[in-house]
T-cell receptor, first 116, second 112 residues
Framework: GAVVSQHPSRVICKSGTSVKIECRSL??????MFWYRQFPKQSLMLMAT?????????EQGVEKDKFLINHASLTLSTLTVTSAHPEDSSFYIC????????????FGNGTRLTVT | TQLLEQSPQFLSIQEGENLTVYCNSS?????LQWYRQEPGEGPVLLVT?????EVKKLKRLTFQFGDARKDSSLHITAAQPGDTGLYLC????????????FGKGTKLSVIP
């Protein structure tokens, strides 16, 4: 079945540094990918929609200059958390639809970011 | 804006008991999906329902889509500790949209 690979699974960084998270669709092409943030025991909060070859669409309240998204190919989207602060510590998950509109989403296994 | 109200938010039951999780909205969805997420992992699709009134079974799990396609339920029979996890419902936005609307999730704990 369709697989979405997310890397790294865990990262610890110091405050003020930047961290890049990769999301790859392994056996299908994804013109659209989604990035979420998830707090403990809570649902997914959509941060942005990543569009191949064009600018990402950010949800209200998400700083586009802080959370840089690049979707340079049909199988890779990256999320860069710039100038990270402890409050950015969270679980970040990407997903991609494998099919047409309203098709199920295939999720990466998430990245646990800890900013010290 | 489409919203999905999911209930209960937390549920702790004994092994062998039955339970139902509800997902309700005032909006019509073209499809509704249920996902299960374990700690430290991404959600995994359990089922997709697309027709009003549709019922799908996955072993001890029964999923139903409301006749008006505004609500859905997940019923688990004889819950097992392996059913523990976060259950998420998600509604499809219709033509021209890949984006899903997620409910807030139900954190299920099945105690042996």
């Amino acid at each position: 079945g369709a697989v979405v690979s997310q890397h790294p699974s865990r990262v610890i960084c110091k405050s003020g540094t930047s961290v890049k998270i990769e999301c790859r669709s392994l056996d299908f092409q994804a013109t659209t990918m989604f990035w979420y943030r998830q707090f403990p025991k809570q649902s997914l909060m959509l941060m942005a929609t990543s569009n191949e070859g064009s600018k990402a669409t950010y949800e209200q309240g998400v700083e586009k200059d802080k959370f840089l998204i690049n979707h340079a190919s049909l199988t890779l989207s990256t999320l860069t958390v710039t100038s990270a602060h402890p409050e950015d510590s969270s679980f970040y998950i990407c997903s991609a639809p494998n099919g047409g509109y309203n098709s199920p989403l295939h999720f990466g296994n998430g990245t646990r970011l800890t900013v010290t | 804006t489409q919203l999905l109200e999911q209930s209960p938010q937390f549920l702790s039951i004994q092994e062998g008991e039955n339970l139902t999780v509800y997902c309700n909205s005032s909006s019509v969805f073209s499809s509704l999906q249920w996902y299960r997420q374990e700690p430290g992992e991404g959600p995994v699709l359990l089922v997709t329902v697309v027709t009003g009134g549709e019922v799908k079974k996955l072993k001890r799990l029964t999923f139903q889509f409301g006749d008006a396609r505004k609500d859905s339920s997940l019923h688990i029979t004889a819950a097992q500790p392996g059913d523990t996890g976060l259950y998420l419902c998600a509604g499809g936005g219709g033509a021209g949209s890949y984006q899903l609307t997620f409910g807030k999730g139900t954190k299920l704990s099945v105690i042996p």
